[in-house]
């Protein structure tokens, strides 16, 4: 399990930007490929962005392709999501999480092992 945790999250207007952080509490997290993800109230998690451990595979759901940007910082340790753009319905939890792979364009799904964190609150209200 990687122990992972999420920050960056907040109250927003429509078409503003927040910058999520997903990092990890105790070793590397630069040579795993990694996943957010978002949860809406009432409805299932599903995966947003992910990213390839050296940054060059990466995934991005219809819903925010355009608007949001994964990226990775190795010297920090960590794995960022910068959401510009945003609307209402991007308003939820999102979570970071260790995914099987990211290739061809595809996120791979979260290994049974890893358990879910906190998660970042993100709110789009005007």
């Not at 990687?2 to 910058?19: A, F, I």
């Not at 390839?52 to 010297?75: C, L």
């Not at 939820?92 to 358990?115: D, L, N």
Request: aromatic letters at 10%.
């Amino acid at each position: 399990q990687l122990q992972l945790v999420e920050s960056g999250g907040g109250l927003v207007q429509p078409g503003g930007s927040l910058r999520l952080s997903c990092a990890r509490s105790t070793g590397t997290l630069n040579t795993y490929p990694i996943g957010w993800f978002w949860q809406a109230p009432g409805k299932e998690r599903e995966a947003v962005s992910c990213v390839s451990p050296d940054g060059e595979s990466t995934y991005y759901a219809d819903s925010v392709k355009g608007r949001f940007t994964i990226s990775r910082d190795y010297a920090e340790n960590t794995v960022s999501l910068q959401m510009n753009s945003l609307k209402s319905e991007d308003k939820g939890v999102y979570y970071c999480a260790r995914v099987y792979h990211v290739q061809f364009g595809s996120c791979g799904t979260v290994p049974a092992i890893e358990t879910w964190g906190q998660g970042t609150q993100v709110t789009v209200s005007s």
